[in-house]
């Protein structure tokens, strides 16, 4: 079966910014060299500036879970728990258990909802960390600066608090200082932040962290492995955060086409009012599968989340038009058979 537009990962569809393919260029020149340290602080140094946070507190992995993992590593886990909500990012506890912890995972009811409440329930003397994305995968769904500081508050402080930022940049609902706001004003917390999605480098595998606490952080970068973060990914990132400008541009046009598809939802009656703050869209169903293979027969890939609904990567104005004119016809075949589609309390 053909596919035309692979929409079942979060991937940006645009090239790397500006300038980048330029550093790419003179970078694969040395690559007969280790990664040397300056390049890295220097990227620290930029991400520091970037945030208005210490150098100190900042951590650069291999990826934002290079990032996580070195964190499980730094601190013990055997007999503890590391509490997130379910369905969420499928390496969260893959992570933890090759970490040699154990995943106290929250169902979320409905399916998309953070579940804060929920996952407070299951936090006890066992539980080492609660990892919250926001936005959250699959649904896009955010929490706010102050649901984050009543969450944290609520916590015990033994519990470190872990806020997953990999799609910070397509969240209008934030703003620039958010970050510094939520290391400054908490203590027990950890930020991941990605080059993965809206700086288009997912192939480089490299992000960041920012800890409250400067000794963690310490003890995480030494646990992070040696060379891990390659000497073209440090040179890209470093690149791409001089681009700042053209970073909001591009992301204007994931978030306005973004809205284009939610309210090809809302006219229609398929949308269950969580409104997505990442590059992406959900569509709550029971009936997942029929809706995946019906896009996939129209040559679209999607991500099935099995009895709960399906996550559609937002890309080309072209792969959208492909979504709506699949949707329109999976939409008119059901009006003609009288049976429903979406199910928001799925």
Known sequence: MRIDFDLSRNELHLGPLPGVQRVLDSSAASLNRYPADAGIARLVEQISALHDVPRDQVVVGAGSVGVLDALLHARPQVNTSTAFG???????AALVTRAGGNCAAVPSTPPGTQALDAILSRVDAST???ILAAP?????????VDELIRFRRALPKSALLVVDQAYAEFDMTTTSDTLCQIVTELDGVLVLRSFSKAYGLAGLRIGYGVF???????KVRIAVPTYSVNSVAVAAAGESLRHQRELRERVAGVVESRRRLEAFLIRHGLFCGTESQGNFVWLATRESNSLFWH???DGIASREYPGLGVRITIQSEISVDAVLTSLRTLLAQRHVRGRAFADCNA
Do not use: C, I, K
């Not at 379910?86 to 969260?92: A, L, M, N, V």
């Not at 409250?212 to 310490?218: G, V």
């Open 136 to 144: 959250h995968n699959p649904t896009g769904s955010t929490v706010s």
């Open 212 to 218: 409250s606490s400067a000794a963690l952080a310490a």
């Open 86 to 92: 379910t369905p969420t990012f499928d390496e969260y």
């Open 295 to 297: 896009l996939r027969s």
């Open 128 to 130: 080492r960390q609660v």
